[in-house]
């Protein structure tokens, strides 16, 4: 499964794309960088992992500590979450202006 996520993730983000081995990483958006796995914890679900916060660098369980805004990721550490959705905010804002 993460196999064709990593395809998915090729096709949309072109030459920007960051090429790396699923056995290490987690393709978890289709626009972003795909997640460190930093330990499996002795488990075949990728839900179970620790992985490493693309935001904040944190270490997080994957299945329950991590979490999307438009294709961004960010973790339950309040300030992570806060600087993605900031930054999402003004990304948002940079397409509306440019719309004008
Ligand atoms: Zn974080």
Redesign the pocket.
């Known amino acids: 499964m993460n196999e064709q996520a990593k395809i998915l993730n090729a096709l949309v983000t072109g030459k920007n794309f960051v090429n790396k081995d699923t056995d290490e990483y987690i393709y978890a958006s289709l626009s972003q960088p795909p997640i460190k796995i930093i330990d499996k914890n002795n488990s075949d679900d990728e839900l179970d992992y620790t992985v490493e916060?693309p935001?904040?660098g944190?270490h997080v369980n994957y299945g329950e500590e991590i979490f999307m805004v438009s294709g961004h990721i960010?973790?339950s550490?309040e300030n992570?979450r806060k600087k993605v959705y900031y930054e999402v905010g003004i990304e948002w804002v940079k397409n509306q202006l440019k719309q004008l």
């Open positions: 916060c935001s904040c944190r960010y973790c550490n992570c």
